[in-house]
């Protein structure tokens, strides 16, 4: 699976989007991008997933580059809890028995 | 969406006994489950995948023997510390992906097991 390259550390105000950029210049054709939290002392969450396409759901908003070297999550209105470690993975394709690969990831702060 | 369940949360035992460790799929089958270890403020690392009627496969470094693995259903997977010392001390974390297309895995919300 393609390396990923995140920032070790991030601050945002409460309230104000969350741009959590991730890199992954050697990522392949059929690699998909993946984000996940941790919150302190849980497991993962899994956060949204892409291709190529930018995508949407109730959590967060995915854009992908056009080469697909790099990708940003938005979160649109940060919250306190939404204070978490968020892992960008590349992931071969949708196969069940792919696991992921877990990096550094990036320790968002969300303050008041 | 799509439910893991974990348990116990956390446990606290003496060096030389044995912890078992569920992991459950609420509301989905699962033919291929993952289990993780995470030490303080260290990422996740992948220490096996279980997969449903098999034996699992381990990833290099981590003994199959202490660490035994079962995934009897396509629900359940159990793991195993067996003879736990300190050092075994750490967050255990199961995943589980739904066998229907384009699902991504789901997580437990892990088990905190300390050895004393």
């Known amino acids: 699976d393609a390396k990923t390259t995140q920032p070790p550390s991030m601050d945002c105000a409460e309230g104000r989007a969350a741009n959590l950029p991730c890199n992954h210049s050697?990522?392949?054709?059929?690699?998909?991008v993946y984000w996940y939290r941790q919150i302190h002392s849980q497991g993962p969450q899994y956060i949204i997933h892409?291709?190529?396409n930018n995508e949407t759901n109730e959590m967060a908003s995915l854009i992908i580059t056009e080469d697909r070297k790099s990708s940003t999550l938005i979160l649109p209105h940060a919250t306190l809890r939404d204070t978490a470690v968020y892992y960008c993975?590349?992931?071969?394709?949708?196969?069940?028995?792919?696991?992921?690969?877990f990096g550094g990831g990036t320790r968002l702060m969300v303050k008041p | 969406g799509a439910v893991v369940s974990q348990h116990p949360s956390w446990v606290i035992c003496k060096s030389g006994t044995s912890v078992k460790i569920e992991c459950r799929s609420l509301?989905?089958?699962?033919?291929?489950m993952f289990w993780y270890r995470q030490f303080p403020k260290q990422s996740l690392m992948l220490m096996a995948t279980?997969?449903?009627?098999?034996?699992?496969?381990?990833e290099q470094g981590v003994e199959k023997d202490k660490f035994l693995i079962n995934h009897a259903s396509l629900t359940l997977s159990t793991l195993t510390v067996t003879s736990a010392h300190p050092e075994d001390s750490s967050f255990y974390i199961c995943?589980?992906?739904?066998?229907?297309?384009?699902?991504?895995?789901?997580f437990g919300d892990g088990t905190r097991l300390s050895i004393l």
């Open positions: 993975i590349v992931r071969v394709g949708n196969n069940a028995g792919n696991m992921l690969t």
């Open positions: 279980s997969n449903e009627g098999s034996k699992a496969t381990y």
């Open positions: 050697t990522i392949s054709g059929n690699e998909y």
């Open positions: 995943s589980a992906r739904d066998n229907r297309y384009d699902q991504p895995q789901h």
């Open positions: 509301d989905f089958q699962a033919t291929t």
């Open positions: 892409g291709l190529k």
